[in-house]
């Protein structure tokens, strides 16, 4: 592998040629975790539990992971990571996400799971009012959502269907808040759709990533999340 930089956005940014991980992006604000410790670091994350779901560090993780996983017990279930609603990633600020993740357990029956970025949290998932992430139902079918209050999309293809053994960086750049772009692995994805959030220019934001069941089931499914990364100007 080699690392490389380029300007983007007016932020020099290094990358990984290979796999276009965005490894060092030099800007006025950067957060960065690596999930490397033994637990999560909750001075940054809060969890979102629900039932026997879990959220913690995976033991011995090659490069450090968080799991978040539910089981085949039949109740509601929700395990998921956020900032408990300290909202201060800032839309329009050249905000740019990523994350590497996996299905480690593909979902089953109606569980649902997001990586991106978020507003207020929501224990029903289609409800958050605020939304930028990457989705991921049955059988591993990924697919990117928007949702600022007045412009929303839902679950528009990727091309991209994980199995369990499937790393992939996953990217949102909100440089033009009116046309906010997703990658997987270096790829534009979903290029027939514009992703509008201009609706509050300086939204406020906070990374999220979660899974879970909204009604009683013994469907089950892990994601395991091994770094996120986010990254904008000062003003």
């Not at 591993?140 to 053994?165: F, M, R």
């Amino acid at each position: 592998m080699a690392t490389r930089g380029s300007w983007f956005n007016q932020i020099l940014t290094y990358f990984e040629n290979s796999t276009q991980e965005r490894v060092l992006p030099v800007a006025p604000v950067v957060f960065y975790d690596d999930f490397l410790g033994n637990a999560l670091a909750t001075a940054a994350w809060g969890t979102r539990d629900a039932g026997a779901a879990t959220e913690a560090v995976v033991a011995d993780a090659a490069n450090g992971a968080v799991g978040l996983a539910l089981d085949a017990t039949n109740e509601i279930q929700l395990a998921g990571i956020d900032w408990a609603d300290n909202r201060t990633l800032v839309l329009n600020q050249g905000l740019v996400f990523e994350a590497r993740f996996r299905l480690s357990v593909l979902p089953t029956g109606s569980v649902v799971a997001v990586v991106g970025l978020c507003g207020d949290h929501n224990a029903a998932v289609s409800t958050v009012a605020e939304s930028i992430w990457f989705r991921a139902d049955g059988n591993g079918i990924v697919t990117v959502e928007n949702d600022d209050t007045v412009h929303e999309t839902s679950q528009v293809a990727t091309g991209k269907t994980l199995t369990t053994a499937d790393w992939i960086i996953a990217r949102i750049d909100c440089s033009d808040i009116a046309d906010v772009k997703f990658f997987i692995n270096g790829d534009r994805v979903a290029t027939g759709t514009t992703f509008n959030m201009s609706q509050v220019p300086a939204l406020a934001l906070q990374p999220v990533a979660r899974i879970g069941k909204e009604g009683a089931a013994t469907s089950v499914g892990t994601l395991q999340v091994d770094y996120v990364r986010a990254w904008q100007k000062r003003s």
